[in-house]
């Protein structure tokens, strides 16, 4: 798992990178919660997700927002950082030029600043989700979406109400061309303190699905 540097607008980007295990391999990028709350690329739904991507062959970048770790910069409420994947998806699709695949995955914050990218990336193949704050910014560019998904949300989520992300994967279901998974996890709460184990089985199921549909 080394350790890369990328050079982005606001400076050094830190970023942990585990290559592909071959030439074709696709890619993910991995993208983490809020700055402001203590997020970091070492959160542990981050580090779940990175490693579901891996143990798949992807080649798998996570990296921290400008402003955070030895990530040089300052918070720029999401501007700023989407330029921040933006240039970490380059820094991905260069170093692996022949990849098959490219999915971008988020948890909180780094969903929404992921789906941003999806709508300026329109090579992405798949997304994944993860609580969504689709209650404190506004997801409405999702018009229309590129690519097919999962959305994985606590049904006891105190931070991000349900009813406010199902609000959103009702508008996006009626996209012809995609197919949005929605799971609604009973019991689980935003952060997925107890519920890692729920994760892995409900992202890995899906990628496992999606990959035998369409192989990478």
């Given at each position: 798992?080394?350790?890369v540097?990328?050079t982005?607008?606001?400076?050094?980007?830190?970023?942990?990178?585990?290559?592909g295990?071959?030439?074709?391999?696709?890619?993910?990028?991995?993208?983490?919660p809020?700055?402001?709350?203590?997020?970091?690329m070492?959160?542990?739904?981050?580090?779940?997700?990175?490693?579901?991507f891996?143990?798949?062959?992807?080649?798998?970048?996570?990296?921290?927002?400008?402003?955070?770790?030895?990530?040089?910069?300052?918070?720029?409420?999401?501007?700023?950082?989407?330029a921040?994947?933006?240039?970490?998806?380059?820094?991905?699709?260069s170093?692996?030029?022949?990849?098959?695949?490219?999915?971008?995955?988020?948890?909180?914050?780094?969903?929404?600043?992921?789906?941003?990218?999806?709508?300026?990336?329109p090579?992405?193949?798949?997304?994944?989700?993860?609580?969504?704050?689709?209650?404190?910014?506004?997801f409405?560019?999702?018009?229309?979406?590129?690519?097919?998904?999962?959305?994985?949300?606590?049904?006891?989520?105190?931070?991000?109400?349900?009813?406010e992300?199902?609000?959103?994967?009702?508008?996006?279901r009626?996209?012809?061309g995609?197919?949005?998974?929605?799971?609604?996890?009973p019991?689980?709460?935003?952060?997925?303190?107890?519920?890692?184990?729920?994760?892995?089985?409900q992202?890995?199921?899906?990628?496992?699905?999606?990959?035998?549909?369409?192989?990478a």
């Open positions: 798992m080394p350790e540097v990328l982005g607008a606001a400076g050094r980007i830190e970023g942990r990178y585990s290559p295990k071959r030439e074709t391999a696709p890619i993910a990028l991995i993208l983490h809020h700055p402001r709350a203590g997020g970091h070492n959160n542990p739904v981050a580090v779940q997700l990175y490693h579901l891996m143990k798949r062959g992807f080649a798998v970048l996570r990296f921290n927002f400008r402003g955070v770790g030895r990530s040089q910069g300052e918070f720029d409420s999401g501007i700023g950082e989407l921040d994947a933006a240039t970490a998806l380059d820094w991905l699709q170093n692996n030029p022949a990849a098959s695949q490219t999915w971008v995955a988020g948890f909180d914050f780094g969903a929404w600043v992921g789906m941003q990218l999806l709508m300026r990336r090579e992405t193949d798949g997304f994944i989700s993860v609580s969504p704050p689709t209650n404190m910014y506004d409405s560019f999702l018009a229309p979406c590129p690519a097919s998904g999962l959305i994985l949300h606590g049904e006891s989520d105190t931070v991000v109400p349900p009813t992300v199902e609000r959103v994967v009702s508008k996006l009626t996209q012809k995609i197919v949005i998974d929605y799971e609604l996890i019991g689980a709460g935003h952060f997925w303190t107890e519920q890692l184990p729920i994760v892995e089985s992202v890995g199921g899906y990628l496992d699905k999606r990959l035998a549909a369409d192989p």
